[in-house]
């Protein structure tokens, strides 16, 4: 059974690789019009450019742990579609693995910045647009097998990880009267051509991990996307506050 988004509009940040990009594709094939943002100007207005051009789709480049970033992409949104009913929030950083005391304090705070402060800036302007649209409106976070796990040398990723699990729920639990259902996604190992989920930062790649999990394999960004389109959809209305594992099951066996 596919999935009827005609006549929504979606916005995606971190929309031009891996995961991202698949998002934007199945929105575009389930009928939503789409406004992608990420640093990488290039590769967003080929994708645009791919998807049949700007009555389909629209690129902005910006940077969502500055407020005025985050609300650029709602603006273009509204600007162009007139309306704001979907957002995949899929922006992060991962940096290079260190124990905790042989972070800085400045690291720490990027990683936060970029993760949780991103998504709190974020979900602030889309709120607000969603309310204002008829039927509220659906919100999907990008966490990881790291917000309810945790690894070695990844202090600052699973802290923040963990912390987008407890802001989408926080959101979900204030606006589900109000017809905005906010849900975490939560991918473990993705393939190569996925693993970069944003020009800010990777996830976690494929290859050995994907083959430790329980399906033997890494996901593919359409598997990871067919997720993310049932959760905006209305075949899953009654579902918000969830922290959906699409992992291959590792979260199921440790």
Do not use: C
Request: aromatic share 4%.
């Amino acid at each position: 059974m596919g999935f009827d988004l005609d006549g929504k509009v979606a916005v995606v940040s971190g929309g031009t690789t891996g995961m991202g990009e698949a998002a934007v594709r199945a929105f575009a094939r389930a009928g939503a019009k789409v406004v992608l943002a990420d640093r990488d100007g290039d590769a967003g207005r080929e994708i645009v450019k791919s998807l049949g051009g700007d009555h389909v789709a629209v690129f902005v480049a910006a940077d969502t742990a500055d407020p005025d970033g985050a609300r650029s992409i709602v603006e273009t949104a509204l600007n162009h579609f007139g309306r704001l009913d979907i957002a995949f929030n899929n922006t992060d950083v991962r940096p290079a693995p260190a124990a905790l005391a042989d972070q800085t304090a400045q690291e720490f705070a990027d990683v936060l910045s970029v993760n949780l402060r991103g998504l709190f800036n974020s979900m602030r302007a889309q709120i607000p647009a969603m309310l204002a649209s008829d039927g509220g409106g659906s919100i999907i976070n990008t966490s990881s097998v790291m917000g309810t796990l945790a690894a070695a040398n990844e202090s600052a990723y699973v802290t923040s990880n963990h912390a987008v699990i407890g802001l989408t729920r926080g959101a979900a639990s204030d606006y589900a009267a109000q017809g905005v259902r906010v849900n975490a996604i939560l991918p473990g190992s993705v393939s190569a051509a996925g693993a970069q989920r944003s020009t800010e930062g990777a996830p976690h790649s494929g290859g050995q991990a994907g083959e430790a999990s329980p399906a033997g394999r890494a996901a593919e960004p359409g598997e990871v996307a067919d997720v993310v389109v049932w959760l905006a959809s209305e075949q899953s209305s009654y579902v918000t506050g969830a922290a959906i594992a699409v992992d291959g099951g590792v979260t199921a066996t440790l």
